[in-house]
């Protein structure tokens, strides 16, 4: 049997889907005895409750007064150093290239090659982060000097190799979802809360941010709530939130849309739902597409980046051109009003998250690449 190992994962331990990632995966690896030390600069949102084999290891930030800004990045590359040698960390997997690869690569600087490092690209991080010049020569060297790199699509792979001029192996990680805690939940109880038996409910998520489109969104559910009654749910906050609340008014729907905010239990909130709508600009994976899917709910969105890895064609959603919302709104109606084609998506949603998207397939994954790193295959 393989020796079970000690990992430091770093990630932004806020909302995020790159932070849902490195959390579910911890908890997955210490679930299966290895020891996994969280060091981020906060908990991240999704540990919760106490799992046994987790550590959580807080970054203190310096604030001294000669500081215009904290160095928080230096902080958490000693911090880094500090508990590989405190705890004997085989590896440290960091999610997100920047600042986290470059603070490994300086940890791994002071402890020596006895620490290996895995870096998992998220999108952002090079589809934003690595096409600015000031940033961008640092980021390939965080990603050069990985031991193993991985990446949540085959988009993102290729984006990176041709953005950066990067020509070393990048792993393909898909994302994945528990499937002991995404699954279509009896939400019947609760459904009259937000909509009437006759009403369609169609739902977004994301953190409001200009790449998500909310606007599009909207545009989208206006065009679909002419044509069936419907109701519009809006989970996260962000900054194009106020954009979206003038919009809304202006196009007289604002009493059809509910804001629910953060929400921890997304499979709950997920289940309520009919349609999930995603019609990004950029988006290497779209976790909240797959939760959906995990969910029986079929995506109707934009073919970005990585979107059409997880969303499939005609089976599992619809996917248009980015501000393409007269086609979006034109297959989210074809979808709603036609039974039998939806209860088809539904179950093609169903066993595509199952089946591709596997918790325990994907850890695995991360698995063989650390102890490839660590030649201990
Ligand atoms: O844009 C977001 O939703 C947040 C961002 C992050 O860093 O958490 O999400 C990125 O990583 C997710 C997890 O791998 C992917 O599902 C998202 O598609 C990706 N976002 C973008 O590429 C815009």
Known sequence: MLKKLKIGITCYPSLGGSGVIATELGKLLAEKGHEVHFITHGMPFR???YHKNVFYHEVQVTNYHVFKYPPYDLSLANKLAQIVNMKGLDLLHVHYAFPHAVCAYLAKQIVGDKVKIVTTLHGTDITILAQDESLKDLIRLGINESDAV???????????KSVLSIEKQIDLTYN???????????VSEFREDFAHS?????????NFRPVKRVLDVLDIFN??????????????EGPELSKVQCKAEKLGVEDRIIYLGKQDDVAQVLSLADIMLLPSEKESFGLVALEAMACGVPTIGSNAGGIPEVVTQGETGFLADIGDTDQMAHDAIRLLSDTDMYDKFMNSCLERARYYFCNN????TYEKIYYRVLNLE
């Open 223 to 236: 065009k679909v709530n002419q044509n069936m009654p419907s109701k519009l749910l809006f989970v996260g």
């Open 176 to 186: 994945f979802v528990d499937k002991r805690e995404y699954y279509p939940r009896d």
């Open 361 to 364: 397939v994907i850890t695995e």
């Open 150 to 160: 991985t990446a949540v699509s085959k988009d993102l792979i290729q984006e990176t």
């Open 198 to 206: 006759n009403e369609k409910i169609l739902i977004h998520i994301s």
């Open 47 to 49: 540990l919760g409750k």
